[in-house]
């Protein structure tokens, strides 16, 4: 079993409706959830992270986390085409907290 | 800016012949991480130093080796490169965590160095 799951997608959106991007973990110990937005040939770039159940807003994005249920969801709001990614969720691991796990990523298409 | 920064963007080597990526950044940060990422998986972590305390993954090939001479640099070897080591090879930096049981610190990323192996 995975440690952290990902649907691989494409989830296609048109430009300015909500993209919902979801993320499941397997170790009830996490406590530390990260978003990253990468390019197609760059390297993840940070977006959002989450500590604390519920929601964390910055701009158009929206975290959302829900450690009962072992789920935390990225929401983009008004997507638009420079949008278009594979979105990364990371969740701490080890006792240390350093590590993190890595989905697989879920790709997102915003079309015009 | 403060950043972590990969040299070279790009790198082919030979078969079995070594090659070293190097790895630096401003960022004063404790932790360097060291990622393998193939086309469309996730990063891999290889291993990571805390300040001078190396940290090696039970799954990273003994090919590879790295290097932390001080705060700021960090080195990835590859003793003998196979055509399954080409990848994206990223470079990461954090702040320490504060210790077991406390929030993990965001990673931040360098550009990465595209590996080639002819």
């Known amino acids: 079993q995975k440690e952290v799951e990902q649907n691989s997608g494409p989830l296609s959106v048109p430009e300015g409706a909500i993209a919902s991007l979801n993320c499941t973990y397997s170790?009830?110990?996490?406590?530390?959830f990260f978003w990253y937005r990468q390019y197609s040939g760059k390297s993840p770039e940070l977006i959002m992270f989450i500590y604390s159940n519920g929601d964390k807003e910055d701009g158009r994005f929206t975290a959302q986390l829900n450690k009962a249920s072992q789920y935390v969801s990225l929401l983009i709001r008004d997507s638009q085409p420079s949008d278009s990614a594979t979105y990364l969720c990371?969740?701490?691991?080890?006792?240390?907290?350093?590590?993190?796990?890595f989905g697989g990523g879920t790709r997102v298409l915003v079309k015009p | 800016d403060a950043m972590v920064i990969q040299n070279p963007r790009y790198q082919v080597t030979q078969f079995g012949k070594p090659v070293t990526l190097s790895c630096s950044q401003t960022l004063n940060h404790n932790v360097m991480y060291w990622y393998q990422q193939k086309s469309s998986q996730a990063p891999k972590l290889l291993f990571h130093?805390?300040?001078?305390?190396?940290?090696n993954e039970a799954d990273t090939p003994d090919n590879f080796q790295s290097r932390r001479p001080n705060t700021s640099f960090c080195f990835l070897d590859i003793r003998s490169p196979g055509l399954g080591d080409a990848a994206m090879y990223l470079c990461?930096?954090?702040?320490?965590?504060?210790?077991?049981?406390?929030?993990?610190?965001?990673?931040?990323f360098g550009d990465g160095t595209r590996l080639s192996i002819l």
């Open positions: 990461a930096t954090s702040r320490r965590t504060g210790g077991p049981g406390r929030f993990g610190q965001p990673q931040h």
């Open positions: 990371a969740v701490n691991v080890g006792a240390a907290g350093n590590k993190l796990t």
């Open positions: 130093y805390y300040d001078k305390d190396f940290n």
């Open positions: 170790d009830r110990g996490s406590q530390s």
